[in-house]
């Protein structure tokens, strides 16, 4: 009996011992024991961007062509429609942010040698809680990318829409569309598309009709007013 009694009070002090043991580790310590546990951080839009290189693969893009990179925005513009006889690419992934774009540029704009690039970000980032200096910064580096690989394809920049379910954000916008619009006329063959003033009714608000039920992205209306702002432009490049 008392051996078994010692036994037991042998197992509860080494158990004791070794939780305060692990209890005075270095932070750092631990912090690598549960990274190292950890599974790997999950790339959020590898999925989207995997896709579009699959269907390269499969139908290898013209070079030449027009590439429209962006948000929802972008990936909901039927650009077939909009422009039937553009050569275009739609390489929009919906909820992307202006560090997305810098991100895979080197994946889904460079490679495609486009004649000109469409970018629509931004409008997310200010949502998240960016300011609009982290939205140009962001911009910089994405510029820095098409430069660097395709220094005289023209880029148009379309600036922040405004919508009735981020109106509060709207001075935030303006004041990104202003940098935007400077670093455009700075780099000389980047456009700015201020599409701010055809957006809005005589009382100054979002005009309602042209959006759809989430108050957030464009319906057909809407996209033809974008149509016709961008028309001109795709001539340029």
Same mark, same amino acid.
């Given at each position: 009996?008392?051996?078994?009694?010692?036994t037991?009070?042998?197992v509860?002090?080494l158990?004791? &011992?070794? =939780?305060?043991?692990?209890? $005075? #580790?270095?932070?750092?310590?631990?912090?690598a024991?549960? %990274?190292a546990k950890?599974?790997?951080a999950v790339?959020?839009?590898?999925?989207?961007?995997?896709?579009?290189?699959?269907?390269?693969k499969?139908?290898?893009?013209?070079?030449?062509?027009?590439?429209?990179?962006g948000s929802?925005?972008?990936?909901?513009?039927?650009?077939?429609q909009?422009f039937?006889?553009?050569?275009?690419?739609?390489?929009?992934?919906?909820?992307?942010?202006?560090s997305?774009a810098?991100?895979?540029?080197?994946?889904?704009?460079?490679?495609?040698k486009?004649?000109?690039?469409?970018?629509y970000?931004?409008?997310?980032? &200010?949502n =998240?809680?960016?300011?609009? $200096? #982290?939205?140009v910064a962001?911009?910089?580096e994405?510029? %820095?990318?098409?430069?660097?690989?395709?220094?005289?394809?023209?880029?148009?920049?379309?600036?922040?829409?405004?919508s009735p379910?981020?109106?509060?954000?709207?001075?935030?916008q303006?004041?990104?569309?202003?940098?935007l619009?400077?670093r455009?006329?700075?780099d000389g063959?980047?456009r700015?598309?201020d599409?701010?003033q055809?957006?809005?009714?005589?009382d100054?608000?979002p005009?309602?009709e042209?959006?759809?039920?989430?108050?957030?992205h464009l319906?057909?209306?809407?996209?033809?007013i974008?149509?016709?702002?961008l028309?001109?432009?795709?001539a340029?490049?």
């Amino acid at each position: 009996m008392w051996r078994t009694r010692f036994t037991l009070l042998a197992v509860a002090f080494l158990l004791t &011992l070794a =939780a305060n043991v692990a209890a $005075q #580790q270095p932070a750092g310590l631990k912090e690598a024991a549960a %990274k190292a546990k950890a599974p790997p951080a999950v790339d959020r839009w590898e999925s989207a961007i995997a896709a579009f290189e699959a269907e390269d693969k499969l139908a290898p893009p013209p070079k030449d062509a027009v590439v429209f990179i962006g948000s929802s925005s972008i990936r909901l513009w039927d650009l077939k429609q909009s422009f039937p006889d553009l050569v275009a690419l739609n390489r929009g992934f919906g909820g992307s942010q202006m560090s997305d774009a810098v991100k895979y540029a080197h994946r889904i704009v460079t490679p495609y040698k486009p004649r000109l690039i469409v970018l629509y970000e931004g409008d997310n980032d &200010l949502n =998240a809680g960016k300011s609009p $200096q #982290q939205v140009v910064a962001d911009f910089d580096e994405f510029l %820095k990318v098409v430069r660097t690989e395709l220094p005289t394809t023209t880029l148009v920049v379309i600036g922040m829409k405004p919508s009735p379910s981020r109106w509060k954000l709207i001075e935030q916008q303006r004041e990104t569309n202003r940098l935007l619009a400077e670093r455009c006329a700075k780099d000389g063959k980047a456009r700015f598309l201020d599409v701010e003033q055809p957006m809005l009714g005589s009382d100054g608000q979002p005009k309602p009709e042209i959006f759809r039920a989430d108050k957030l992205h464009l319906n057909d209306e809407g996209y033809k007013i974008w149509n016709e702002l961008l028309r001109p432009l795709l001539a340029g490049g």
